[in-house]
């Protein structure tokens, strides 16, 4: 009878880039940074890394397929290395990989990186589209990106809840507000200068009705954790150590883009994903015991109706919420504490573990600036595809003794 | 029997106006203004030949039965593939089956006729049984040549059988020459011509008549036995000579439609052909040709079929579906003949896998879905799992077309970032009715006219073009239908399903209005009426009774009550009606009235009571019972219906104004019982021809004061959604305004402890009749308010320091001093407060550069403006009431910029 | 009635640099000026305005977004675009017009001035 993932693993260093416009270095080089810092932080040396886990989701520029980008730019010395990939939750996916290897107890000290280069394609965005999504998908999905994707999810969800579009308009800025305030103090983003709430409503308009300033931007980062048992890390010397209190995915069975039901206003995926991982921590009232959460916004609409998702604003309050300054640093449940992917921009395989980094960074006082008091939950929500076809990937994160 | 059986049409939305592009190449070639009359028709960016042709066969097909066709030729000089059966891609869009034969006519501007030939003969020859024809052309020219301007795009579709023939093919003749006005080699993309003089003399004016007098010759007629000729040249003057030539006299002969849509190559003779069988009647003879290295000429006779041919488009409805540009160089870019930079984004790979293509080719091509045997979810796409949730099945599902599905937009974007030659790129949910949907890819409409609901059309259109590789890929879009956007917060239909009403005076003029409308929105009425005269006297059921079935005819629920309102028993009895019927009464409209009028000199008692009996105290014996049963259920509401004449006076009728003003005195108590049952009453005074009217108002009028235009206001007031009580609303010809009792401020004489003289009234006489600032009082109690205050010493003093005499007036003197100057660095707004109440009034507070300047009345542009109450304001600023949870429950509104609001916290020590 | 608010050197001109990936190609925007209807009416704002100085007039048409612009009661639209900074110094006043024709003045407080 399985038993969840709750209290078994621990993280015992973690290492994470500065992230923006690297034209320094490759993502051969970027992975190098990140597990500098990360196996330092760990106190231990490469060769005792028994099995590691890569997250890249890009195949056209990057570091190439499998996982040998990652034990050839590490030199790790013939150990099992996988890559995995799930879109943007990939960074997620690979932590998950490292955690459960560990959990079934096939090994002792696992290695979990997510990297992204995506400054080199030569011009600002996503490569890929055309035949390479996909031999049959390509031939019959709209021509669609992501903001205009994302875009519908903002008409939907102000429709269904008779919501003025200058209102929603307004909640989608504090969002990013609050963002940008929190990146100024974290010298690891790319984005550090705060801006006002009439800036980013004036802004102009990508896919109406996000704004420039709901988007967030593409950008280069590695992040990398180090994961043991609890026992293990105990034998370290890591007395009280973080450790995941729950890691769920959840993935579109199809059901929003065909059936019936689905309204375009929420994500299906992250409602179910987040009851389940609430259950595996025995968390039963997360809009009070959850401390700081690091939510996948790579649209600020995404970001609020999120709030609605992980089932800490009401159905429909999400917007007077993020009004009310509940998600600010400052509020009840501080949200993108590090600057989220507003400030650090989006390399698709790290984000997930980026996310990850600051909850562990926040859980053992080592926060500095953005240093919230006595924070007892961490979530990370890392979500990839677009609203009608997704993949939602959730961790908890706490301290061991809470 | 065999000729044609039907007919399609399409030409492309987008017009060219032709004077935009001499005005833009004029310059180089000014000799193009000849031809610059009218617009002529271009595909937009994602139509070809290919898809013009699906277009215009799948019009075609309207009303027909599309499993019989078992021949289907394309006729075209522009087609996609010169290796790879276009019509097979034409056949596989229409989703017809596998046995059928199929084939391309193409190099020739008469490819069309030559098809239709090709396949009347095949079914007079008993091959086929019904063939599909369609002709089309998109032709490229180079800039600036007449060509550019003569040609236009489309399309048109034939069907041809022996069953349900609407023109009979009476016969044809063909002449062939190589005579090569132009032409287009393989590898060439614009056609080559020669010089226009030789190609009228030798060309069109030689050719064209010898193949008509062939075939007058071989069916033995003439051009008196056509009504109407079909031919297609672009050479206006040649055009009319060659008719004169064969001695067509001007009304027969079709118009070569340069101004509305240009010559469309191969696809013209059918084109000209569908717009005459438009407008054709039953016996009208059609004479049509082809033009192309030869000519092909055809005779129809039009039968009496073609009355009976379903709705469709064709060329006329196509016509009419336009979008004018005058933008030259977007018809250029469409037609990608100007270079454009799109950025490398747009060099994402574009192969196609022939084996995808081919597993999927109803899905992609025929816009074929699935609908699951075992629970019948209609899925787009067919997949091996079934998409319902609920639902387990694998492999279950069978074919479903979802091409002809009528379907919504759910949501749609506009993208500024998706790479596109028509920026933004438009796109969405689309939701189909009976079930599925997909993201589809909108085309042929602008951002601002897109709205969530519009019905949209799922059209075959050009996917991609792989130039690498010569290939181009076909799927289907949205397109949306032009429409009324419905007004932003429309309401959605208000229904009252399952409410039970009752009518008095329902047999005829407003109260048979008010019946028949409340049914229809779902209401069980009680139509009741005395059936008397309008004078009251006399009684029958007849006219209950007819009501009553006018509303079962539509539909709805109703029994009939024939009680007089004028007695206490006769009111119950009406209410207890309803009971019996459907068990509550939710809605009570006092209608039943009579007349009359005497002056007061004449007035006998007996006709004074009368209408005090059937008006006043008719809606006290209705309005008693219905109440008592409408507290139990904790809803109601009452109509009352009073009169202008109450309210302003009416010659002749004291009886009648003193009952409709004594109902208006009756709602103001009745409102203020019933509020906390829901229950609502209001009055209205109707403007409206009926029986009452009948002989007061001039004729004219009458015809314009249906009892309809009252109905609506009635029945809202009866909804649930409307929470007015104590309202009296005139409504006459669609006309509404509110009348209301409003007191004045007045003033008071003397100083209360002596009693005042006449003359000091006399002279205080303007103050005591101002109304200036009249208010309305909901109660007596509020009524009392300025007699108590005339003579009570004034509330308004210095501030008590304890805290406890705090005044809205004290907070704003005060505001100043307590004005934070550290914290107001780099604040420059506006705050406007407008306090309600006794102690209300407006204040503006002024802040910038670190200064606060507060002055009493309405700033001209304030940054942001607070509502509250005087009660709320002092609580507030006391902090006995939240901010917040001021502003959450409505205490305090917020007007103009809400985020500068909260500086109000940090700016002022409160 | 429009309220208009400039920003030299804004926050914004580094953020239009880096988010070239939402597809506008934004290059050294330093200028950020905020316009607002306080009216109840729709206005059309044309993208230009004229730079005032004892140098004399200059009118800047290059304006991002371009064209007319229509802003609604009670919203806001920015424009930017690049400007010399020892022009804008020298400047003493900014002037936007409505689709009306009428002006708006505002004058330009330097810090170094």
Sequence with gaps: ??????????????????????????????????????????????????????????????????????????????????????????????????????????YDICLSMGVEKLKDTGYGGLPGGGSSSGSLIWLWWPNLTAPGAFAQLASAYAAKYGIKDQDLKRAMAQVSVKSHENGVLNPKAHLRKKVTIDQVMAAPIIAHPLGLFDCCGVSDGAACAIVTTVEKAKDMGFKNPVT???????????????????????????????????????????????????LHDCFSITELVTYEDMHISERGQAWKDSLDGFYNMDGKVPCQVDGGLKCFGHPIGASGLRMIYEMYLQLLGRAEERQLENPQYGLTHNLGGFPAQNVCAISILGLYNN | MIGITSYGGYIPRLRLDRMSIFQSMGWFAPAIVMVAQGERSFCNWDEDSLTMAVAAARDCLIGKDKSKVDG??????????????????????????????????????????????????????????????????????????????????????????????????????????????????????????????????????????????????????????????????????????????????????????????????????????????????????????????????????????????????????????????????????????????????????TQTAMTVLWRKRDMLLGMVGGKCTKCGTPQFPRSSMCVNPECEEVNSQEPYEFAGIPAKVKTFTGDMLAVSVDPPHIYGMVQFEGGGRFMADFSDCELSEVYVGQPVEITFRRRYVDEQRGFSGYFWKAVPIPGEKPAAGAAEEIRF???????????????????????ERGVKVVVNDLGGAPDGTGGNTSAADKVVEEIKALGGDAVANYDSVATAEGGQSIVDSAIQAFGKVDIVI??????????????????????????????????????????????????????????????????????????????????????????????VAPVAATRLTEDILPPEMLEKLKPEFVAPLVLYLCSEKCQE???????????????????????????????????????????????????????????????????????KEAPDDSGGGLTVKAVFEGMQAAFRADAAAGVDVVFQWDISGDQGGSWNVVIKDGACEVNEGSHSSPTTTLKMADEDFLKMISGELNAMSAYTGGKLKIEGDLMKSQLVEKLFKL | MLEIHHIMNSAVEEIFGFKTCCGLRAF??????????????????????????????????????????????????????????????????????DGEGNEYRIPLIHENS
């Design chain 2, 590 to 683: 006092n209608n039943a009235g009579i007349l009359r009028d005497k002056t007061l000199a004449k007035m006998e008692p007996e006709n004074w009571d009368a209408i005090i009996d059937v008006h006043l105290k008719g809606a006290y014996n209705v309005s008693r019972p219905a109440f008592i049963k409408m507290r139990e259920n904790g809803y109601g509401r009452i109509i009352l219906t009073t009169s202008a004449a109450g309210l302003y006076g009416n010659f002749g009728q004291t009886n009648y104004s003193a009952a409709k003003m004594g109902l208006v005195g009756f709602m103001n108590t009745v409102k203020l019982e019933g509020d906390k049952h829901n229950i609502r009453v209001n009055t």
């Design chain 1, 244 to 294: 995941v209190k729950a890691l769920q995915v959840a993935l579109s069975s199809g059901e929003e883009i065909a059936f019936n039901n689905w309204d375009g206003d929420h994500f299906m995926t992250t409602d179910k994903c987040s009851t389940k991982a609430y259950e595996e921590a025995g968390i039963t009232n997360p809009r009070e015991e959850i401390s700081m959460m690091e």
């Design chain 2, 725 to 795: 009580s104590g309202m009296i609303l005139n409504a006459g010809m669609g006309y509404f305004n509110r009348a209301a009792i409003v007191t004045g401020p007045g003033t008071a004489v003397g100083d209360g402890s002596r009693i005042p003289t006449l003359e000091e009234i006399h002279q205080k006489w303007d103050a005591i009749n101002d109304l200036t600032g009249a208010t309305e009082f909901p109660n007596v109690t509020a009524s009392m308010g300025p007699i108590l205050d005339a003579f009570s010493p004034k509330k």
């Design chain 2, 497 to 519: 399903d399952d409410q039970v009403a009752i009518v008095t005076g329902a047999g005829a003029g407003l109260g048979r209005a008010y019946a028949l409308e409340l049914a």
């Design chain 1, 1 to 106: 009878m399985a038993t969840g993932i709750r209290d078994k693993v621990a993280i015992i260093g973690m290492g994470c880039t500065r992230f923006g416009e690297r034209w320094d270095m490759g993502g051969e080089e970027l992975m190098v940074e990140a597990f500098t810092e990360c196996i330092k932080d760990a106190g231990l040396e490469k060769n005792d890394i028994q099995a590691a886990w890569l997250g890249t989701c890009i195949d056209e520029v990057n570091v190439g397929k499998a996982a040998v980008p990652l034990s050839t730019s590490l030199r790790l010395p013939f150990i099992p290395v996988t890559r995995v990939e799930n879109y943007c939750a990939s960074g997620t996916e690979s932590f998950r990989g490292a955690v459960y290897a560990v959990a079934s107890g096939a």
């Design chain 3, 28 to 97: 050294d925007q330093n200028l950020e000026i905020h316009v607002k209807n306080l009216g109840v009416h729709p206005v059309i704002v044309p993208s230009h305005f004229e730079l005032k100085g004892d140098y004399g007039n200059r009118r800047i048409d290059t304006l991002m977004p371009p064209g007319d612009q229509r802003i609604d009661p009670g919203q806001t639209v920015a424009f930017y675009c690049f400007m010399d900074e020892t022009m804008w110094d020298a400047s003493r006043h900014m002037v936007f017009y």
């Design chain 2, 72 to 349: 289907v030729f394309l006729c075209s000089t522009t087609l996609p593939f010169l290796d790879r059966l276009n019509a097979g891609i034409l056949k596989t869009a229409l989703n017809l089956k596998d046995e059928l034969e199929a084939a391309d006519f193409t190099s020739s501007e008469r490819a069309g006729t030559t098809g239709l030939i090709q396949a009347l003969s095949s079914v007079r020859g008993g091959d086929k049984k019904q063939v599909l024809v369609t002709a089309t052309d998109k032709r490229l020219t180079k800039a600036a040549y007449f060509y550019e301007m003569w040609f236009g795009d489309g399309a048109a579709s034939l069907l041809v059988g022996d069953t349900d023939v609407i023109a009979e093919f009476m016969g044809s003749y063909t002449v062939t020459y190589d005579f090569v006005d132009h032409f287009r080699g393989s590898s060439r993309a614009v056609d080559y011509m020669w010089e226009e003089r030789w190609v009228r003399d030798n060309g069109y004016s030689k050719i064209i008549p010898q193949a008509v007098n062939g075939l007058f010759r071989k069916l033995s007629i003439s051009m008196d036995d056509v009504d109407r000729f079909v031919f297609p040249c672009f050479f206006k003057a040649e055009h009319r000579k060659i008719a004169s030539k064969l001695g067509a006299t001007p009304e027969k002969v079709m118009d070569n439609m340069h101004e509305v849509c240009g010559e469309t190559g191969a696809a013209h003779p059918l084109v000209m052909l569908v717009q005459a069988l438009q407008e054709a009647e039953p016996g009208d003879r059609i004479l049509a040709a082809g033009f192309g290295q030869g000519c092909d000429v055809m005779y129809f006779k039009v039968t009496d079929a073609i009355r009976d041919l379903a709705q469709r488009r064709g060329i006329k409805g196509a016509l009419a579906n336009k979008k004018t540009t005058d933008n030259y160089l977007k018809f250029l870019k469409f037609r990608d003949l100007i270079q454009t930079e799109m950025g490398i984004r747009a060099e994402a790979p």
